[in-house]
């Protein structure tokens, strides 16, 4: 079982960065997958961001070349940096894990990040 607490969300400004934070409880974080998920209001949850337990990435495109996933194994913890910041990044940001890629398991209970134009 495996337990994520989300933090860094909030009300930001168009262009700017923002780094959001996901820490996971137990021993055997290096085993997992790790990946972000959003919900925007009045949309279904879609896919940001990911990266294997060997440190392979992978993006949305709507967030390539803007986000980067990265995780730090000793913290037991997994960062999404959001950077260029757009209106339409406005949503509830999700941490998830499981055991490859793809295919998550476990939710966290998100954390609100709204963008200002």
């Known amino acids: 079982q495996v337990q994520l607490v989300e933090s860094g969300g909030g009300l930001v400004q168009a262009g700017g960065s923002l780094r959001l934070s996901c820490e996971a409880s137990g021993r055997t974080f290096s085993t997992y997958a790790m990946g972000w998920f959003r919900q925007a209001p009045g949309k279904e949850r879609e896919f940001v961001a990911g990266?294997?337990?060997?440190?392979?990435?992978s993006y949305a495109d709507s967030v390539k070349g803007r986000f980067t996933i990265s995780r730090d194994n000793a913290k037991n913890t997994v960062y999404l940096q959001m950077n260029t910041r757009k209106p339409e990044d406005t949503a509830v940001y999700y941490c998830?894990?499981?055991?490859?890629?793809?295919?998550?398991?476990?939710w966290g209970q998100g954390t609100q990040v709204t963008v200002s134009s």
């Open positions: 998830v894990a499981g055991g490859t890629l793809g295919m998550y398991d476990y």
């Open positions: 990266a294997s337990r060997t440190g392979t990435s």
